[in-house]
Antibody, heavy 120, light 110 residues
Framework: EVQLVESGGGLVQPGGSLRLSCAASGFTFSSYWMHWVRQAPGKGLVWVSR????????SYADSVKGRFTISRDNAKNTLYLQMNSLRAEDTAVYYC?????????????WGRGTLVTVSS | NFMLTQPHSVSESPGKTVTISCTGS????????VQWYQQRPGSAPTTVIY?????PSGVPDRFSGSIDSSSNSASLTISGLKTEDEADYYCQSYDSSAVVFGGGTKLTVL
C-alpha cells in the first residue's frame, strides 16, 4: 500500500526540540521530493519545508528558517524534521507530503499527521 | 511575497453549483499550476484538482478547476452539490522557492 506515516509528535516545552519522522512505503521513496506542511488548531494549511529527491537541496518557510532542519534517509525510506527552539506558535499537526512527479511543488500523497504541542 | 486569497466561507444547497475563488496577490497566477485540496474535519487533505484543471482518479467530474488570467484568479467549481462535499477547500500554488496555500474556504452544504 502506498502510504506515509508520521511519528514523533508530542508535548514539548518552549525552547525545546523534537524530531519528527515520516515513514514511506509502497513507492520508490528516493525518486520523489518530500515536504512538511503544518496546520495549527482550527487554522489553515501552511507549508514548512521541502527536500529534493537525493537530499542535496532544501528550502524553508521564513517562520522556521534557522530553527528547523529537513532531511531524509533514502536507504530507510524515511523523511525527518528536526525542530529546535520551539515556540508556542509551532503548535500544529505536522503532515508529510509527497511532491508530485511532473512538478514537485505540489502534493499527490499525504500522511495522517502528527500533533506537536509546545507548552509549559 | 506571493499570496493566495480565498473567501472564508461559502454555502449552498444540495444539488446546486458553487464556485470558490482563489486570487493571486502579484504576478500571474497562470505562471505556475494551481491545485485544490479538500479537507474534512479530523482528516488529512486530499487532492481534488491538480495542474489547474486535472482531476485525480476517483474524484467525480462534478469537481472542476479553471484559471482566469484577467482577474488573476483560479476557481474550483462543484456542481450537483452533495452533503458529503461539505469540507474545507484550499488552493495552492508555488513560486521559485516556496509553496503557498490560500487561507481556506469552508463549504457548507445546507
Amino acid at each position: 500500500e502506498v502510504q506515509l506515516v508520521e511519528s514523533g509528535g508530542g508535548l514539548v516545552q518552549p525552547g525545546g526540540s523534537l524530531r519528527l519522522s515520516c515513514a514511506a512505503s509502497g513507492f520508490t521513496f528516493s525518486s520523489y521530493w518530500m515536504h512538511w506542511v503544518r496546520q495549527a488548531p482550527g487554522k489553515g494549511l501552511v507549508w514548512v519545508s521541502r527536500i529534493n529527491s537525493d537530499g542535496s537541496s532544501t528550502s524553508y518557510a521564513d517562520s522556521v528558517k534557522g530553527r528547523f532542519t529537513i532531511s531524509r534517509d533514502n536507504a530507510k525510506n524515511t523523511l525527518y524534521l528536526q525542530m529546535n527552539s520551539l515556540r508556542a506558535e509551532d503548535t500544529a499537526v505536522y503532515y508529510c507530503a509527497r511532491g508530485a512527479t511532473v512538478t514537485p511543488w505540489y502534493f499527490d500523497l499525504w500522511g495522517r499527521g502528527t500533533l506537536v504541542t509546545v507548552s509549559s | 511575497n506571493f499570496m493566495l486569497t480565498q473567501p472564508h466561507s461559502v454555502s449552498e444547497s444540495p444539488g446546486k453549483t458553487v464556485t470558490i475563488s482563489c486570487t493571486g496577490s502579484s504576478g500571474s497566477i497562470a505562471s505556475n499550476y494551481v491545485q485544490w485540496y479538500q479537507q474534512r474535519p479530523g482528516s488529512a487533505p486530499t487532492t481534488v484538482i491538480y495542474e489547474d484543471n486535472q482531476r485525480p482518479s476517483g474524484v467525480p467530474d462534478r469537481f472542476s478547476g479553471s484559471i482566469d488570467s484577467s482577474s488573476n484568479s483560479a476557481s474550483l467549481t462543484i456542481s450537483g452539490l452533495k452533503t458529503e462535499d461539505e469540507a474545507d477547500y484550499y488552493c495552492q500554488s508555488y513560486d521559485s522557492s516556496a509553496v503557498v496555500f490560500g487561507g481556506g474556504t469552508k463549504l457548507t452544504v445546507l
